[in-house]
């Protein structure tokens, strides 16, 4: 066997050797102690201090092989098909490898050797036999399915940020002649959570995207939005929504303050703040409608970042007109300047500011991450 260069892929340092076959004790092998710790750590998997490399890999090899079993009838198209790249030992491009969140990569399902601007993805002979045994039954009758479920998981998540099960049931069946029921769904994305990694799934059947980390704090959030009904998406809303991105009617008054922040660093070529962690809070503190001073004033702390006089009017202008039109968890979804006239009255005590003493939720939860 000839060792390959070293290729660099989402966080980690992977490589294997270059051979006719591979088992996973053979990955993981090839694998540093300090990539075996990030495979158990994406797996969940608690791992004492000081554990030898030997040792972890009779660790992970078990798990690494159960969860592929249990997993594997939630892959997506995109995963499937580049895991037959790995069975038909067909090169892909390593640009293309890079651009991807390869959670089957993160999971240790899944290695690479590289020649050139080549890399070539290999399958462990153990996990490519129960790769074969699905494929005999119906996972890839299932596939579309579970596509599009997923992506409506993905899109409600933009709008709600949480919600129930009911929810996406009731979506689903507004556009579908095939109706799925809650158990069904539930089933579905209780297995389809590791492979999508933007939720996790409450046992009560709430949908929590992976920006809450705390139970406290989705429970405050649910409190707080409680008695007011979701936004129900369009159908093209639901197609065409870009992944983890925003509707382009936001995107546009998004990219203004970018550009106001952009402005502002040319002025201020020395200054602490950092414009994509700034942005990144302005975007957040939209989702749920942060009251423009409240917001300045965390910004001011958190991210050393200050505006005053007519630069601060501008500011909380441009901040006030993209979060008045922007999808709004604060709202389920529903956008504050397109309330419906009998939401108004129910919405207005959740959009204002906080009393004396109190912090917005979204700074709390902030706080929480840091």
Not at 212 to 218: K, L
């Given at each position: ?321 993209y979060r008045n039109h922007a999808v709004c968890w ?41």
């Amino acid at each position: 066997m000839r060792k390959s260069n070293i290729i660099d892929l989402r966080s980690r340092s992977t490589y294997v050797y270059k051979s006719d076959s591979y088992s996973l004790r053979d990955c993981l092998s090839c694998c540093s102690r300090e990539d075996l710790e990030d495979i158990a750590r994406y797996q969940g998997m608690e791992i004492s201090d000081g554990m030898k490399k030997e040792a972890l890999i009779n660790l992970l090899e078990p798990q690494i092989i159960s969860d592929f079993r249990r997993l594997v009838y939630y892959f997506l198209p995109e995963d499937i098909e580049l895991l037959d790249d790995a069975v038909a030992r067909r090169p892909v491009q390593m640009e293309d490898m890079i651009s991807r969140d390869l959670y089957i990569y993160d999971l240790g399902f899944l290695y690479f050797f590289n020649e050139g601007s080549f890399v070539h993805p290999v399958l462990p002979t153990e996990l490519h036999e129960i790769l074969e045994e699905a494929l005999k039954g119906d996972l890839l009758e299932q596939l579309p399915f579970r596509q599009e479920l997923a992506n409506y998981v993905e899109v409600l998540l933009q709008f709600y940020g949480v919600f129930e099960v009911e929810q996406l049931v009731k979506v689903w069946n507004a556009y579908h002649r095939r109706a799925i029921k809650w158990e069904d769904a539930w089933d579905q994305l209780a297995g389809m959570e590791d492979v999508l990694a933007c939720y996790w799934c409450d046992e009560g059947g709430v949908i929590v995207s992976d920006y809450f980390t705390d139970y406290r704090d989705v429970d405050r959030f649910r409190a707080s939005v409680q008695g007011l009904p979701y936004y129900m998406p369009q159908k093209k809303e639901l197609d065409r929504w870009p992944m983890g991105g925003r509707a382009p009617s936001d995107m546009v008054r998004y990219r203004t303050i970018e550009r106001f922040l952009e402005q502002k660093r040319e002025r201020e070529p020395e200054a602490a703040w950092e414009e994509a962690l700034v942005m990144q809070d302005v975007s957040d503190a939209a989702l749920f409608f942060v009251d423009a001073a409240e917001m300045l004033e965390e910004l001011a702390a958190a991210d050393a970042f200050k505006v005053e006089g007519e630069e601060a009017r501008a500011f909380v202008k441009l901040y006030e007109e993209y979060r008045n039109h922007a999808v709004c968890w604060a709202l389920r979804g529903h956008r504050a300047c397109n309330l419906p006239e009998e939401l108004r009255e129910c919405a207005s005590v959740r959009l204002e500011p906080p009393g004396a003493g109190k912090k917005p939720l979204f700074f709390s939860i902030k706080g929480g991450k840091e």
